[in-house]
């Protein structure tokens, strides 16, 4: 029996981020500490993004938060290069993801 989970990702450079979901069938819910890997056939999928948090609403759905990717030392970003960024961004969008708000400006770097 599968289950449906929606999942969080985070993408960032030194000056722009994206939250990123997508709902999937899963075997099995992800516990926190845990790794999943997602298919992303234009960037690869030997990225493993580590569970932080897991949340059942009361309607039944399920919410699974991963960290930044690629978040080195807590620097508060993923890649160095903004086309790197770009490209990662546009390869999760082909394979479904969503941004509901889009890319916004990386104010956490900023105030560091």
Known sequence: MAIDVEFSIWLASKTRWVHLTKTMAMAAVPRVGEFVKFRNQQMGDYFAWQ???VTY???GEIEVWTELLNNDDDRGYSFEEETEFDEYYQSYLAEGWQAEHGVRP???LMQS
């Open 51 to 53: 569970v932080s948090q």
């Open 57 to 59: 609403r009361e309607r």
């Open 106 to 108: 990386n104010r956490r």
